[in-house]
Each structure stands twice: as structure tokens, then as C-alpha cells.
């Protein structure tokens, strides 16, 4: 099976991405913290939960992508959750999901879109994510800044408020299991049903490819590399984040990379490390990676990198493409790179890459 394996740099220059509400014992009971991992030597990393990723994800490909199918989403008192019908819905099948059967009143059945009612459910229903992405960790640890604020536009006291950010470079790692995508399983295993009974007459009428001995159906070849696209389109133009209005980022990767590989294994783990507290690519780690591991690379490696971005390093990447690999490597801005991926998806000989 192939994988979409790749990474990103979000170059956070003063931010507050992802927040955890008030902070108990600071000086202020209104004191707004960021989400930090801790280490024994009492360092600091800042972090944004992969949860708060895909958020962003999800959000920019249903506001920017043309054709883009969202899942409309059902509240009940305690829970929420989409329609569950990865056949329907692109989000449901790239993000997965999980459901129980239950009777749902009329209102229920109305609720959500006033186009698409709930999907009726009537066994339990579980799609692993075909997409992963680890947890976005800044490249080193940082101090935190307290910032000091107060509403005074009114009259009396001023009401003193604060919050916390940081300036780092956060760093994630991501895979897509191109097989699973648009594939789905009936496999009457926990964590392998991906559709009941409602949901695998719907896959006959509309006569999808059945895998039998998977245990499966499939949309057309040409379903699922739209989807697939529509996913990196969204990485593209990737938009989101807290704290925006006092600390405007740009959550756009500034550098990517990304390949095709055989397995779920992330090859490109260890490429950047940190010097001074910026970003360091590792070229020889890279090297040695596309080398040990060139049977095990189906495409070009695509790197996205803004200019003005490490220029230097940039230089000297470029200068050793040539004892690199054999293998294409494409450098260009972090969109095209997603999108010299994208093109490549859809060209006839690639065809093996989902299948």
C-alpha cells in the first residue's frame, strides 16, 4: 500500500495558536495560557494539539475548496458528531469517524442541513482516519512571554487582563493511507466496520467496486483522487488558529516536504532539528534517507519552501540536489509543491498509487 508521507514547518513569529483557557495561581484570575509540553529539565515547548489541526483542515477545505462535500454535523445533549457516510461526504472519508445506532426523533432528523437528513445508523460504525498527523511541536524549547493588557474604554477602573505567546517554529508530521481512501470496509470487526447495513445498500446502488476479498467497496478511481486533491489543496491554502486578532500568523506552512512511499512509516521523522532556537535541515540525514529508502519511494520528493524563509540553507539545499538521489526533486513554493503533487496524482501512470 502507498502513503503520503511528509511534513511541515509553521513559522510562528509571536503566537498564541492554541490556547487552554485561565491559568490557576497567576496574578490575574483572567490569565490565558498556550498549550506547552514540559520536560523534566523544566523546558518549554509549545504546541497545537493534532485535534486544533484538523480542525483548521477541515474548516479551510470547506471555505476554499471548490466541490469540497462536508459532512453535516448532529448535536444531541452530551454528543455531536457528522453523518458518518464516507460514500456522501469527502470529510467522513478522509477524517473517519465513529457511531452507535439510536433512534433519533424527527427534530434529530431534520436537524443539521436543511438538504441532507441524518443517515440512519443501525449497527455501530467505525472509520480510522486515512489521514494522520501527529501533534505540531515547536523545533525547540522556548520562554514564554506574558503579555499585560486592560479594557479602558469605559468609564471607572480599567479591567486588567493577560495572556501568554511564544515565537518558535512548530513542526508536523502527516501520512495518508491513499488505499483507504474511498475504500470501505464492512468487516464485521471492531474498528474495521465502516458501514452498516444503510450504508452498504447505498455503496450497491450506486454500483461502487466490491472488494471481496477485502471485504469492501470503492468509489471510482477518479472519485477518490478528488478527494485526495482537495485535501492538499487544502493544506495549500491552510488558514486558522487562535489569538488571530492580537497575533496575526500565517499557519500556511512556510517549508513542506512530502513523497509517496510504501509504507505508514514516516522515513522524513528526523530532518529538522534547531540551532539557536531557528530551524536547522538536516541535508545529510536527508540524503541518507532517500538512499537507504529508495525502494521504498514511489514518486519525486516535493519540498515547498518560501523564499525569504532560511534563505541561506535554502542555497545550500540547492546545491546538493544533484547528490541527493536519482529520484526527481522538485523545489518550488510550498502551494505549488502541494500542487506538483496534486498533478501528479491524477496522471494515468499513478494510477497504482491508490490501489
Excluded at 498556550?34 to 470547506?62: C, D, G, H, M
Excluded at 505540531?136 to 486592560?150: H, K
Aim: overall charge neutral.
Amino acid at each position: 500500500m502507498a502513503f503520503v508521507t511528509g511534513l511541515l514547518l509553521i513559522d510562528a513569529p509571536a503566537s498564541a495558536l492554541n490556547n487552554l483557557g485561565n491559568i490557576p495561581g497567576e496574578r490575574l484570575d483572567n490569565t490565558s495560557g498556550v498549550k506547552v509540553i514540559r520536560t523534566k529539565e523544566n523546558q518549554t515547548y509549545p504546541y497545537v494539539s493534532a485535534q486544533a489541526f484538523r480542525y483548521w483542515l477541515r474548516t479551510t477545505a470547506q471555505q476554499r475548496v471548490e466541490g469540497w462535500k462536508a459532512a453535516p454535523i448532529y448535536r444531541e445533549e452530551k454528543i455531536a458528531y457528522t453523518d458518518s457516510n464516507p460514500i456522501m461526504w469527502w470529510d467522513d472519508d478522509l477524517f473517519g469517524y465513529m457511531r452507535a445506532p439510536k433512534k433519533a426523533t424527527k427534530e434529530q432528523q431534520a436537524a443539521g442541513t436543511a438538504q441532507q437528513r441524518e443517515t440512519e445508523v443501525v449497527e455501530p460504525i467505525t472509520r480510522v482516519s486515512p489521514f494522520r498527523v501527529s501533534t505540531l511541536v515547536s523545533i525547540a524549547p522556548v520562554n514564554i512571554t506574558n503579555d499585560f493588557g486592560v479594557m479602558a474604554r469605559h468609564e471607572g477602573n480599567p479591567v486588567p487582563h493577560e495572556h501568554q505567546l511564544y515565537r518558535t517554529t512548530l513542526q508536523g508530521l502527516f501520512s495518508l493511507d491513499l488505499h483507504a481512501c474511498g475504500t470501505f470496509l464492512y468487516r464485521n470487526k471492531a474498528g474495521y466496520r465502516n458501514l452498516d447495513a444503510v450504508r452498504t445498500a447505498l455503496a450497491q446502488e450506486q454500483h461502487l467496486e466490491h472488494l471481496e476479498g477485502e471485504k469492501a467497496y470503492r468509489l471510482p478511481l477518479e472519485e477518490r483522487v478528488r478527494r485526495v486533491q482537495g485535501l492538499f489543496e487544502a493544506l495549500a491554502l491552510l488558514e486558522g488558529g487562535a489569538k488571530q486578532a492580537l497575533h496575526y500568523t500565517d499557519v500556511a506552512p512556510a517549508f513542506c516536504l512530502l513523497a509517496v512511499t510504501r509504507g505508514g512509516n514516516h522515513i522524513f521523522g528526523h530532518l529538522i532539528g534547531a540551532k539557536q532556537g531557528q530551524p536547522e535541515i538536516k541535508r545529510e540525514a536527508l540524503r541518507e534517507a532517500l538512499v537507504t529508502m529508495q525502494d521504498e519511494i514511489l514518486s519525486p520528493l516535493y519540498v515547498g519552501w518560501t523564499r525569504g524563509y532560511l534563505d541561506e540553507q535554502r542555497a545550500l539545499f540547492e546545491e546538493d540536489l544533484a547528490s541527493f538521489s536519482e529520484r526527481p526533486i522538485l523545489i518550488r513554493h510550498p502551494r505549488d509543491a502541494y500542487r506538483a503533487f496534486i498533478a501528479d496524482l491524477a496522471k494515468a501512470e499513478n494510477a497504482s498509487w491508490l490501489n
